[in-house]
T-cell receptor, first 113, second 113 residues
Framework: ETGVTQSPTHLIKTRGQQVTLRCSSQSGHNTVSWYQQALGQGPQFIFQYYREEENGRGNFPPRFSGLQFPNYSSELNVNALELDDSALYLC????????????FGQGTRLTVV | AQSVTQLDSQVPVFEEAPVELRCNYSSSVSVYLFWYVQYPNQGLQLLLKYLSGSTLVKGINGFEAEFNKSQTSFHLRKPSVHISDTAEYFCAVTLSRDDKIIFGKGTRLHILP
């Protein structure tokens, strides 16, 4: 079985720009969650997608949005980037209603300058 | 609401010495408890989990943790650490296996030669 893969691994953006991060879930998993990990902090829940619909959201502004596709891969979009958006963005996949734990990808390191 | 407190931001320990990383949680309902490890420039890897049953949980790489309901603690232990254990360790809780995960701020384990 394939693991969770995220792309790109690193990127640098300018304040005010928009960014799209991508996540391919583990084979057979139908739920994807996104987390933001600022430097020196624990990951913070952004939102979760189940069967292409948002299924829970953390304390993040609307400029953080997402999509889940029919193959259960997912995108995280961030508009109007701010310096504080610089962080490691982690994607985790799981199989809802089957009592499986989440598996994490390696993350995307976003730097906003 | 649930919360996780990791009492030490950094723990230095000599190689082959024992170590304990402390974690306390707060919740008005039953939770699942986890420890994750994050090696430099990597994603999160599940070390061990407590779901129910025996309060002593064994995980990978020789780590174990004990769930103490009365003290709302879930401390992580290893009897003899190795240089390869150098990493950030995160304690986490969730209400169910596919719910959002709430992480502590992490404890950096620093192995001294």
């Amino acid at each position: 079985e394939t693991g969770v893969t995220q792309s790109p691994t690193h990127l640098i953006k300018t304040r005010g720009q928009q960014v799209t991060l991508r996540c391919s879930s583990q084979s057979g998993h139908n739920t994807v969650s996104w987390y933001q990990q600022a430097l020196g902090q624990g990951p913070q829940f952004i939102f979760q997608y189940y069967r292409e619909e948002e299924n829970g959201r953390g304390n993040f502004p609307p400029r953080f949005s997402g999509l889940q596709f029919p193959n259960y891969s997912s995108e995280l979009n961030v508009n109007a980037l701010e310096l504080d958006d610089s962080a490691l963005y982690l994607c985790a996949s799981s199989l809802a209603q089957m009592n499986t734990e989440a598996f994490f990808g390696q993350g995307t390191r976003l730097t906003v300058v | 609401a649930q919360s996780v407190t990791q009492l030490d931001s950094q723990v230095p320990v000599f190689e082959e010495a024992p170590v304990e990383l402390r974690c306390n949680y707060s919740s008005s309902v039953s939770v699942y408890l986890f420890w994750y490890v994050q090696y430099p420039n990597q994603g999160l890897q599940l070390l061990l989990k407590y779901l129910s049953g025996s309060t002593l949980v064994k995980g990978i790489n020789g780590f174990e943790a004990e769930f103490n309901k009365s003290q709302t603690s879930f401390h992580l232990r290893k009897p003899s650490v190795h240089i390869s254990d150098t990493a950030e360790y995160f304690c986490a809780v969730t209400l169910s296996r596919d719910d959002k995960i709430i992480f502590g701020k992490g404890t950096r384990l620093h192995i001294l030669p």
